[in-house]
């Protein structure tokens, strides 16, 4: 059924006079007519009863208006919603991020910030590690995800824009030895027992780690494994072992816990955001944006803060 007839037909049920009709529709009464009479007949059904003084509408016809405008309300929304989405303002977006990541300062502002500008969009989450998103992302299940550099070179089919640098920090009881050093080297681990992430996990730094030892012909003495950021950095405060983690994990407060910098080359992490490559959405392109410009401003504050 032609969607202009439609419009016609309600045009006419709202002036109930041709000439009136047309000249809201910027047409002459002919096609007007003719355009009735043609959904009429495809209907099979009188719309409206004409005389020479009247146009009135007929019980058929007074039923298929309820339902003529329904047909374009939905039509004009299915067109503004299109219009939403192409113009990033709609839609659903999935989000990936690691335990770590979602630590970090400025996690939440993101995505705060991000709902409250684009309040159409659903905004799904979904905590996987950094490998996990990679698979994620080549499996459609995910649109954009926070990874920290992976072990593997980059993938030519996913797009990489770096958000920040995150030293790589060890993590001990205040009362341990190290800690009376301002930095410490990789070297200094060689027989500390490491508390620190499986292998499995997939996390970013992991194998970052292992190049860290393996450069200077070392094996870490990994004690205790868990996959919980939080749980590695209570397991340090305790005194069983210490860890390397971001220093971005910082923010979480155990007491009788301490941090010192790594003085070795490579001794830091890079947070990326990752997509598909080829195919970017004004969705994706916009919560990129939106990351940068949160993460600029972020950081922005933070150096004028410390400088107070």
Same mark, same amino acid.
Not at 129 to 156: H, K
């Given at each position: ?22 000249? #809201? ?9 003719? *355009? =009735? ?22 019980? &058929? ?8 405008? *329904? ?5 004009? #929304? ?30 939440? +502002? =993101? ?12 905004? /799904? ?14 499996? @459609? ?6 990874? #920290? ?14 958000? &920040? ?33 499986? +292998? +499995? ?13 393996? *450069?200077?012909?070392? /094996? ?32 979480? +407060? ?21 997509? #598909? ?17 949160? =993460? ?9 803060? @410390?400088?107070?």
């Amino acid at each position: 059924m032609d969607i202009r007839k439609l419009r016609y037909f309600l045009i006419l049920c709202e002036e109930l006079h041709f000439r009136r009709a047309a000249e #809201r529709l910027n047409i002459t009464q002919a096609p007007l007519s003719l *355009s =009735i009479q043609g959904l009429e007949r495809e209907l099979g059904a009188q719309l409206f009863h004409r005389t020479q003084r009247r146009v009135s509408l007929t019980p &058929v016809g007074a039923a298929f208006r309820i339902h003529a405008a *329904s047909i374009l309300e939905q039509l004009n #929304r299915a067109v503004e919603d299109v219009h939403d989405m192409v113009a990033g303002e709609a839609g659903h977006l999935r989000v990936g991020f690691t335990a770590a990541s979602s630590l970090l300062f400025f996690f939440p +502002k =993101i995505v705060q910030t991000f709902q409250a500008r684009f309040p159409q969009v659903r905004l /799904t989450l979904h905590e996987l590690s950094s490998q996990g998103q990679l698979g994620a992302l080549a499996d @459609r299940e995910i649109d954009v995800g926070f990874i #920290r550099t992976p072990a593997s070179p980059l993938r030519s089919e996913l797009n990489f824009t770096h958000l &920040v640098d995150d030293p790589l920090l060890v993590v001990m009881h205040e009362e341990h030895p190290l800690n009376k050093e301002e930095t410490i080297t990789i070297a200094a681990l060689k027989d500390a027992p490491l508390i620190f992430y499986p +292998k +499995k996990l997939g996390v970013g730094i992991y194998d970052q780690v292992m190049r860290l030892f393996s *450069s200077q012909g070392l /094996t870490p003495n990994i004690i205790l494994e868990t996959q919980e950021s939080a749980a590695i950095i209570s397991l340090a405060a305790s005194g069983l072992g210490v860890s390397i983690v971001p220093s971005e994990l910082q923010c979480i +407060k155990v007491p009788h816990v301490c941090f010192r910098p790594i003085a070795d080359e490579g001794a830091i992490t890079h947070l990326l955001l990752a997509s #598909r490559a080829g195919e970017e959405s004004t969705l994706v392109a916009n919560f990129r944006r939106l990351a940068q410009s949160t =993460i600029a401003t972020s950081s922005r504050k933070t150096v004028a803060e @410390r400088r107070l």
